[in-house]
């Protein structure tokens, strides 16, 4: 475990309204390519498929009802777990309406027989990375998006997959946000190439992939996989830690290399879920705290530069 330095007790987390991160003030954007070109449905999900790496891919994508094709939007790639869908995905994270684009990328079936991302010891023979990369090619190529906030979340499977892409495309994701994410060794060597920073969120009653870790499976403990982005990032080797009331904890990582920040929201009651103070499709029972508004506001506070 990694020792605190500064214990503090707060109220628990708001629920406000997050701002999105196109919202930032003084924030300098970085139109793509398809700035000015139209866009067909706005304000409604639809299905599209792409090449990559000779295959074809699908996603969801979600243009904002307010969006205008001369002003840059930010993106936001939310990642599906093991066994479920976009569709699935796209109704747990609720990032759609929040005012970025939102996409939600599909899985291909693994060795299991289920649908899952690069990085596990199920994963199908694919690279996930480079469909990534092709699919934020064609997004920027289509849609006015600022290529300076770009994100990736995603749950569990698709949360480790999350910490594969900080590992690897840190110079064009601005910040990453795995919750419950499932940080096989099979994701490979991490050595990015500039900080990445992270916001991992993790319940400790979680019993799929648990806050300790499963050395049967090689799962590390979520305080050690933090630790290492802690080091990788340049911070403080002992967090901030704050308890902000209802078995909720957050640690900060601070004096981070280039904005390299690492945070982290522990859960006492919560299980393998995306923790929401409304029901959604991972859980009927409501949960002291709610994930997306966080990962929103972590997405504001980091661009690439």
């Known amino acids: 475990m990694v020792a605190a330095v500064v214990v503090t007790t707060a109220a628990a987390a708001p629920a406000a309204a997050a ?9 300098v954007s970085h139109g793509s390519p398809g700035c000015g070109k139209p866009v067909q449905a706005p304000g409604i999900t639809v299905e599209r498929t792409i ?19 001369t ?20 109704e747990l994270s609720e990032l ?43 997004v920027e190529r289509t849609l006015c998006v600022d290529r300076s906030r770009i994100y990736a979340t995603g749950k569990s499977n698709g949360g480790g997959f999350v910490g594969v892409l900080a590992c690897r495309m840190p110079d064009r994701i601005a910040a990453f ?40 499976k090689g799962l590390p403990p979520i305080p050690q996989w933090l630790a290492a982005w802690a080091e990788r990032n340049g911070c403080r080797v002992r967090p901030v830690v704050q308890d ?22 522990a859960i006492a009651s919560l299980g393998h879920d995306w923790p929401s103070t409304r029901p959604n499709p991972d859980s ?7 994930a997306t508004p966080i990962i929103l506001r972590f997405f504001a506070h980091h661009t690439l530069r």
């Open 244 to 265: 902000l009331g209802e078995g909720v904890e957050r640690s900060r990582w601070v004096g981070c290399d280039r904005r390299g920040q690492v945070v982290h929201y």
């Open 96 to 138: 759609s309406g929040r005012g970025v684009v939102a996409v939600y990328p599909q899985g291909l079936i693994g060795n299991d027989g289920e649908p899952s991302w690069q990085g596990a010891p199920y994963s199908p023979e694919v690279d996930d990375v480079r469909f990534v990369a092709d699919l934020l090619d064609e």
């Open 19 to 27: 701002a999105t991160p196109s919202e930032v003030r003084g924030a």
């Open 177 to 216: 946000a795995p919750v419950a994410g499932a940080f096989y060794p099979q994701g490979g060597e991490c050595r990015p190439n500039r900080p990445a920073p992270v916001l991992e969120i993790h319940g400790k009653a979680d019993k799929t992939i648990p806050y300790e870790g499963d050395s049967t």
């Open 51 to 69: 090449e990559s790496a000779g295959g074809t891919r699908s996603y969801r994508l979600h243009v904002p009802k307010q969006y205008r094709p």
């Open 284 to 290: 009927a029972e409501p949960s002291v705290f709610d």
């Open 71 to 90: 002003r840059p939007h930010s993106v936001v790639l939310s990642f599906h777990g093991r066994t479920r869908t976009a569709e699935y995905q796209e």
